[in-house]
């Protein structure tokens, strides 16, 4: 080989030897740079710790498909994808994809495969697109499945509050891929169950006697029922996560009181779901009832917390109904849907890992929530009312009869008011600079301690309604008369993992990443100007390129030719 045909020869070696040499190394080296602002292509840390635990390879099926799904669907479609790509990037075990439309299953087994998918929480929905013929509905189910060789579950992906724009939910939906697909993974390989405790013997649980958690939160913890009376000493409660009070009636003593607070003291997570008056909704027909104040003695607990649950009953606008007997049909009972603003439902959330993206939650018969001076303690609320809410103090009139007139919407003036707090830091024990119940060594008494409080104003917030025919408990959140399913499940497992781990894969749901649509106006307005951009200009610049070597090439040969 002549040494001009080397030299000539020696970039391309080079760049040949570069790209084999990267090649070769990718082999044994495995590394990702994410140049994105908002780090679109990196995994909260708790994700990569569970993807480097991962004992086994994992399929997941993407249920979203269909034909002309509209833009915004297939950019889903595209994040699913790219995140379960991200997901295998930083797995010790293959994940694999594939596309799966559940329609596409044999008539004899679709619905039986649907009813599944249900059970998931991937209900179908109805997206339009345009056609020939003008606009066309097509059902899609907006959820993923992931199984390994044995087990299946699956996860629902498409999700936002109530008044968010399309691109918003989209949005939200694409900024919570990560949690969900890490969380459905996290089901799969079923790690050690959290044990959660629902004190009983106040009149606690007296609506569905526990069925509702029970059933929300069954195959992810394990769930008991404990009569605080028969706990002796403060470590009796340290083996449970976390600790429910839902709804109770009836008074805590003294003992009871120290008991569960040196439970917070010692970095325990107590939940208190209660209203402070007393309603008996059998009395509300004819002349009706009224609430009462309830006096349970948790509130001198919660106040050194920093909260206080008030002796009243919130009415909001954004009501629910309820079924009251309208008269006879033959010899059939006839139920009719009374408009009830004490049952409301609240779609204005806090952006936290437990609320964010949450759908309605249904509250019935709610109080409502102050904060009080507590050093060391941060108070978060998590959920507010509507525009349109008023507080009727205790005691109120409580009945149907004063729902035949349209509310006078003048009277609801009060907006957004928190309907739950979450309480964090350093708090400061109920009994300090007090003497200890009898029974208890005071040697092992604590002045304070970092744990988590979290207080609703409603005590059926997690407790199931029943259903119009037999009887039987519903699934939390379902509502028998409208049909609907709000997110009260969907609460309480975000609320239950983040207080079992807040800093795990639940810290994804924090990730925002933001919309950046084009600017219409400016689009039609400049739309010649920019394709005349990016289609001439290019040409222009490569023959002004092409020009310029040629007159250079004839300048050297006319060199050469005169020398």
Do not use: C
Not at 35 to 51: C, D, G, M, Q, V
Not at 396 to 423: H, I, Q, T
Not at 440 to 456: A, L, N, Q, R
Not at 468 to 497: I, R, S
Request: glycine share 8%.
């Amino acid at each position: 080989m002549t040494k001009s045909a080397i030299h000539t020869a020696k970039p391309f070696l080079i760049l040949f030897g570069g790209i084999l040499l990267l090649l070769l190394s990718g082999l044994f080296l495995r590394f990702r740079i994410d140049l994105t602002e908002e780090k679109r292509f990196s995994l909260h840390p708790a994700t990569e710790e569970l993807l480097e635990g991962l004992d086994r390879p994992i399929h997941v099926d993407i249920l979203l498909q269909s034909e002309n799904l509209p833009g915004g669907m297939r950019r889903l479609q595209r994040s699913i994808e790219e995140t379960v790509r991200t997901f295998n990037a930083y797995s010790s075990e293959t994940i694999t994809y594939s596309y799966f439309d559940p329609l596409a299953v044999v008539d004899s087994l679709q619905e039986d495969f649907i009813y599944t998918l249900a059970d998931y929480g991937i209900n179908p929905t109805n997206v339009y697109t345009s056609q020939n013929a003008g606009q066309q509905a097509q059902l899609i189910f907006p959820g993923i499945l992931v199984s390994d060789e044995e087990y299946e579950t699956g996860a629902l992906v498409l999700k936002g509050e109530q008044g968010m724009s399309p691109d918003q939910i989209l949005n939200t939906s694409i900024e919570n891929l990560e949690f969900e697909l890490s969380n459905a993974i996290r089901k799969l390989l079923n790690p050690e169950k959290t044990a959660v405790a629902m004190i009983i013997g106040h009149g606690e649980l007296s609506e569905d006697d526990g069925f509702g958690m029970v059933e929300a939160l069954d195959g992810q913890y394990e769930v008991f029922k404990v009569p605080l009376d028969q706990a002796k000493v403060p470590g009796d409660l340290s083996s449970f996560g976390i600790v429910f009070i839902l709804g109770p009636k009836q008074t805590y003593t003294e003992r009871e009181l120290y008991l569960l607070d040196q439970y917070v003291m010692q970095g325990g997570n107590l939940v208190v779901a209660a209203e402070g008056v007393d309603v008996d909704l059998a009395k509300a027909g004819g002349e009706g009832t009224f609430s009462f104040p309830l006096e349970n003695e948790l509130d001198r607990l919660l106040f050194r917390y920093g909260i206080r649950i008030n002796k009243d009953l919130i009415q909001d606008l954004n009501l629910s109904y309820i079924p009251v007997l309208g008269g006879n049909f033959g010899d059939q009972e006839q139920l009719v849907p009374l408009p009830w603003p004490f049952y409301f439902n609240a779609g204005r959330v806090q952006s936290h890992p437990i609320t964010k993206t949450l759908d309605q939650v249904n509250f019935r018969f709610a109080s409502s929530l102050d904060t009080v001076k507590a050093d060391g303690v941060t108070k978060t609320p998590l959920i507010f009312g509507s525009e349109n809410e008023r507080i009727l103090p205790a005691p109120s009139r409580v009945a149907f009869s004063d729902m035949e007139l349209e509310p006078n919407v003048a009277e609801f003036s009060v907006k957004n008011l928190p309907l739950g707090y979450l309480l964090e830091g350093e708090f400061t024990s109920l009994f300090k600079n007090r003497f200890v119940p009898d029974g208890f060594d005071k040697t092992t008494f604590f002045e304070s301690g970092k744990g988590k409080v979290v207080v609703f104003g409603d005590g059926s917030l997690f407790q199931s309604q029943m259903s119009l025919q037999g009887n039987q408990p519903l699934t939390l959140g379902e509502d028998p008369f409208a049909q609907a399913t709000y997110a009260n499940k969907q609460l309480l497992q975000n609320l239950v993992q983040y207080l079992s781990d807040p800093e795990g894969i639940i810290a994804a749901r924090s990730r925002s990443l933001q919309i950046r649509p084009l600017d219409k106006t400016k689009v039609s307005q400049q739309k010649s100007f920019w394709q005349g951009l990016n289609v001439i200009l290019p040409v222009v610049i490569l023959g002004l390129i092409g020009g310029v070597i040629l007159y250079l090439r004839k300048l050297r040969y006319a060199k050469n030719q005169a020398s």
